[in-house]
């Protein structure tokens, strides 16, 4: 009978309910995040569940929680935390939006979307980071979260329009599908500038009769958005 009950917990992945994470994710968010201005309620209670640490597990606990972006393999990093939190908050996520992620990398941020959204559809043009994460997310329980691997110049035409996009390598200019595949009222958050250069993070929005506005809101430093003859 023992024997059974300990089988059948072992098929059952483990929720993460670590004391160390969780503690490492409280401080997290109360130093990095809240510390430094993100208030928005929902975008702090995905970051205090989101288990950073299995997206990132080749570094130890706590230098994934710590305040930096860090390395996945193929060049890529999983973006600083306060960065996660911030393009979150600037998409002023809604629990019935859909939403589009170019740069999948680890599948943190779409992890993170995920715990506030009805859907994420995620683009990683890289193969063998997409497999991973597509992998990884399940594992997880992200159900809602889809990752796809391709070159997300081209957006998702066949899932648009989208409520909210969200750009997670810096393209040199916002490719026009992406602001074609943008719902009427949809918001975009977009790093954008020349490779290794003066990158600005880019909030556009479209008006409910289909305006488009674009706002430069910070400097930042991202990986670049890559085209797939450079891949
Ligand atoms: N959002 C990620 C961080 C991504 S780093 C996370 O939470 O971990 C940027 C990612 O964008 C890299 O994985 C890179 O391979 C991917 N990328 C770069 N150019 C791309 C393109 N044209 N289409 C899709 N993904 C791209």
Redesign the pocket.
């Known amino acids: 009978m023992g024997t059974l009950v300990l089988g059948a917990l072992l098929l059952v992945p483990p929720p993460d309910t670590s004391w160390k994470h969780q503690r490492l994710r409280a401080q997290m968010v109360e130093e990095q995040i809240a510390g430094r201005g993100v208030s928005d309620a929902v975008v702090l209670a995905a970051l205090r569940s989101v288990p950073r640490h299995r997206?990132a597990p080749d570094h130890p606990p706590e230098r994934a929680y710590s305040d930096r972006p860090l390395p996945?393999g193929?060049e890529?990093?999983?973006?600083q935390p306060y960065i996660?939190a911030r393009m979150t908050a600037l998409l002023g996520p809604d629990s019935t939006d859909r939403v589009l992620?170019?740069?999948?990398?680890?599948?943190?941020?779409a992890a993170v979307l995920g715990e506030i959204v009805d859907s994420v559809y995620t683009?990683?043009?890289?193969p063998e980071?997409a497999a991973t994460a597509t992998k990884r997310l399940h594992r997880l329980g992200y159900r809602n979260v889809v990752v796809r691997n391709a070159?997300?110049?081209r957006g998702w035409p066949e899932q648009a329009p989208f409520d909210a996009i969200i750009v997670?390598?810096a393209p040199e200019a916002i490719p026009p599908p992406l602001v074609d595949q943008l719902a009427d009222g949809g918001r975009m958050v977009v790093p954008v500038g020349p490779r290794g250069g003066s990158q600005q993070l880019t909030l556009v929005t479209k008006s409910a009769n289909g305006t488009v506005d674009r706002r430069a809101l910070a400097p930042v430093r991202f990986?670049p958005?890559?085209?797939p003859e450079e891949n």
């Open positions: 997206f996945i193929h890529q990093t999983i973006s996660v992620e170019i740069g999948t990398g680890s599948g943190y941020q683009v990683e043009i890289i980071l070159d997300g110049f997670t390598a990986v958005f890559l085209h």
